[in-house]
C-alpha cells in the first residue's frame, strides 16, 4: 500500500491586518507518491512549504484544494486513526512531558498508543541500547540537553510502531556527535523496512546518510523529485577545502580539479573550490606536498546552494 | 486495508487519562508547601466574596427578596460548582499559549481528543479550597435553614453543585474556545469565568430585567444556584417563573454541553483552517 499519495494539494493563507489582507499560497498543486521502507528528504529554504505539507499529510492542517491519503487515510477526518498509524517529530515542538522523567513520558506515550506491554518493553528497549539513553532514562525532561532530548522524541514518536515517520528539522541546534548517533539510529531503524522516512532538513549531510530519495520544494512548488544518487551527479555544487597553514604563502594555484582560490589572513588561510572529478583525500595530498598544513576543513555545498544550482539549470520563472 | 495492523486494546491502557492525571498529581505535590499555600489562597479567595455577602446584609434585611441565611445558601451552591468546574477545566485558559506557541499541533497528533488532552494537560488541585470552602458553607446554610426535606430535596441539594459545576465548566470552555479565532480574546473569556463566580452568588431577582434574561436563557447562570435554590426552599419564585425551571439544571446542563462540544469542534476547525 502506499503510505503517501497526494493530488494537487494546495494550500493558501490569508495573511495582513484587516485592512490590507492578502492571499498567500504557501504549497502549490503538490502530487507526490511515498511507497513502504522509503526515505525521503524533503528540501527546500525557509518558508518553500515543507512545513505546511507535512501539516497537510499528519491532519494539522486542512488543504486548501486537492487531497491527500496517508497510510490510506484522510489526515485530517481520520485524524486519530492516522496518529496511531505515524510517528511525528517536530524539531521545534516536543511532544515530551517537561516535568517528568524521560521513561515515564515513554510510559504515558505507551499508553496513549495502547501499545501492548510485551511489544512496548522490547520496543523501548532497543531504542535505549541504540540511543544509549540509561543514563538519563530518569531524569525530567526539562533538565535535558537538546540532544538527549531529541532522542527521546525520536523514541515516543517510534514506540508505537509507526508506518510513517515524519521528521521536521530532526537535527537542528545538534553538535555533530549529536547529529551522526541521530542519523545511525534512524538509518538503522528505515533499513529494516517497516518503517517510511519523511524528513526536512536544511543539513545536506542528513540527506546523504538517510535519504534515498530527495523532494525539493521552493515556494510551494515541487522542483525536483528524483533519486539522491541521480540529483547529485546531476546539480551537486562545488565543495571546498579550507586549509590553514602555519606560514603565508602564494594562492595555490593549478591544483587537480580546483575552480577558484580564495586567500584570507593574509595567505593563512586558502580556499580551494573543487569539481567532483578529483576526490578531497587526493586533494588535501597534493596540498600537504606544496604547504605546511596546520588544519583542514571541507566544507559541503549548502542546500540553498542546491536550489539555486537547480535554478539555473531548470527552466523556471525568474526569482 | 487488510494489511494494518490491528490496534490493539489492552486493560492495562484502556485508563490513560487517569494516568496523565496521576502524572500531573505527582508533579505538583513535588511540591508541597508552595501547594499547601495556594490551596489556603484560595479558601481566603472564596471566603472573601462570602464576606461581601454578609456586609450587605448589615446594612439591609433582605436581598431580592430573600434573607441573608437564603442568599447564604445560594452562595455555598454557587461557591462549589465554581470550585469544582475550576478545578476541572481550568486549564482551557492555557489554550491561547498552546495555540500561538504551536502545542496545539502536538495534541493533533495524538489518537485522543484534543479537549480531553487540554483538560488533563494540567490539574489545578490548588482549587480544592475553593471546594472545600463552598461545601462548609453549603453544609452550614443547609442545616440552619431547617428544610423541610423530602426525597427530591434531597437529591437536588446532592446534585446541584455537581450539575452547576458542570454547567459552567461548559460555559468556561465555550468562553475560552474563541483564542482559537482572538488569540487575545481570553480577556473577554475571563469575564465569563470569574464573573460567574460572582454573579451566580446572588439571587438574580437583585439584578435588572435585562442582566436576569441573559442569566436564564443566554449564560445559564441562574440554574447553578438560584432555581436549584427555590427548590431546596420550597418557595415560590419571587419572579413568578414556572416551577418546573427550578428542576431544569441537569437539562440545561446536557444542552450546554452539547453545544460547547458543537463551538469545540468549530474551533478546532477553524484552527486546521487557518494554522497558527
Not at chain 2, 499541533?105 to 482549587?127: E, I, W, Y
Amino acid at each position: 500500500m502506499t503510505i503517501i499519495h497526494t493530488d494537487r494539494l494546495h494550500r493558501e493563507f490569508t495573511v495582513g491586518t484587516r485592512l490590507r489582507r492578502r492571499r498567500v499560497t504557501a504549497v502549490a498543486d503538490v502530487t507526490l507518491t511515498v511507497e513502504p521502507g522509503d526515505a525521503v528528504g524533503f528540501l527546500g529554504p525557509n518558508g518553500a512549504g515543507k512545513s505546511t505539507t507535512i501539516k497537510m499529510l499528519t491532519g494539522v492542517l486542512v488543504p486548501t484544494s486537492g487531497w491527500a491519503r496517508v497510510c490510506g487515510l484522510d489526515p485530517v477526518r481520520q485524524r486519530r486513526e492516522l496518529a496511531r498509524r505515524i510517528g511525528v517529530v517536530f524539531g521545534q515542538r516536543s511532544q515530551l512531558w517537561w516535568d517528568l522523567p524521560l521513561v515515564e513520558s515513554f510510559d504515558l506515550h505507551g499508553a496513549i498508543h495502547r501499545v501492548p506491554s510485551a511489544r512496548f518493553r522490547e520496543r523501548l528497549d532497543e531504542c535505549v541500547q541504540l540511543l544509549d539513553m540509561a543514563p538519563f532514562l530518569a531524569t525530567p525532561v526539562r533538565q535535558l540537553s537538546l540532544g538527549q532530548r531529541m532522542r527521546g522524541e525520536v523514541t515516543a514518536a517510534l514506540l508505537h510502531s509507526p508506518r510513517l515517520l515524519v521528521l521536521d528539522e530532526p537535527t537542528i541546534g545538534l553538535d555533530l556527535a549529536s547529529k551522526e548517533r541521530l542519523r545511525g539510529f534512524l538509518s538503522t531503524v528505515n533499513a529494516r523496512g517497516d518503517v517510511t522516512l519523511l524528513l526536512t532538513t536544511h543539513d545536506l549531510p542528513d540527506v546523504e546518510r538517510l535519504c534515498r530519495r530527495v523532494i525539493v520544494i521552493d515556494r510551494g512548488r515541487v522542483l525536483v523529485d528524483d533519486e539522491l544518487s541521480t540529483l547529485r551527479a546531476r546539480f551537486a555544487g562545488n565543495r571546498a577545502l579550507v586549509v590553514e597553514l602555519t606560514e603565508p604563502i602564494p594562492p595555490l594555484l593549478g591544483l587537480p580539479g580546483v575552480v577558484d582560490v580564495s586567500v584570507q589572513a593574509q595567505g593563512l588561510r586558502q580556499r580551494l573550490e573543487f569539481t567532483q572529478a578529483v576526490n578531497a583525500a587526493e586533494l588535501i595530498a597534493a596540498v600537504a606536498a606544496r604547504a605546511p598544513l596546520r588544519d583542514v576543513a571541507i566544507a559541503e555545498p549548502s542546500i540553498e546552494d542546491l536550489v539555486r544550482a537547480l535554478y539555473a539549470t531548470e527552466d523556471s520563472p525568474a526569482r | 486495508m487488510a494489511e494494518l495492523p490491528p490496534v490493539e486494546s489492552s486493560p492495562r491502557h484502556r485508563s490513560v487519562y487517569p494516568r496523565i492525571l496521576a502524572s500531573r498529581l505527582r508533579s505538583q505535590l513535588a511540591y508541597p508547601g508552595s501547594f499547601a499555600l495556594d490551596v489556603v489562597a484560595q479558601i481566603i479567595g472564596q471566603a472573601i466574596e462570602l464576606l461581601g455577602i454578609l456586609v450587605v446584609f448589615t446594612q439591609v434585611r433582605s436581598l431580592g427578596g430573600f434573607s441573608s441565611t437564603e442568599v447564604v445558601l445560594m452562595y455555598g451552591l454557587a461557591a462549589t460548582a465554581f470550585g469544582l468546574a475550576i478545578l476541572c477545566v481550568e486549564q482551557i485558559e492555557k489554550l491561547p499559549e498552546y495555540v500561538r506557541t504551536g502545542q496545539f499541533d502536538v495534541m493533533l497528533l495524538r489518537p485522543l481528543s484534543t479537549l480531553a488532552q487540554l483538560l488533563t494537560a494540567d490539574l489545578a488541585l490548588k482549587r480544592l479550597g475553593r471546594v472545600g470552602t463552598g461545601l462548609a458553607v453549603l453544609g452550614w446554610s443547609l442545616t440552619t435553614l431547617q428544610l423541610d426535606w423530602t426525597p427530591v430535596r434531597a437529591l437536588v441539594a446532592a446534585t446541584a453543585p455537581l450539575v452547576g459545576a458542570v454547567i459552567l465548566a461548559a460555559l468556561f470552555v465555550a468562553a475560552n474556545t474563541v483564542s482559537f479565532w482572538l488569540i487575545d480574546g481570553q480577556e473577554a473569556a475571563n469575564s465569563v469565568t470569574y464573573g460567574s463566580n460572582f454573579a451566580t452568588s446572588y439571587p438574580i431577582t437583585v439584578y435588572g430585567p435585562w442582566l436576569r434574561r441573559l442569566m436564564c436563557f443566554v449564560l445559564p447562570g441562574a440554574f447553578v444556584a438560584y432555581f436549584p435554590a427555590l427548590a431546596l426552599l420550597g418557595r415560590p419564585d419571587p419572579l413568578g417563573l414556572p416551577d418546573a425551571l427550578r428542576y431544569s439544571p441537569p437539562l440545561v446542563a446536557a444542552l450546554t454541553v452539547a453545544l460547547t462540544t458543537l463551538i469545540w469542534r468549530a474551533g478546532v476547525r477553524h484552527y486546521q483552517g487557518t494554522g497558527s
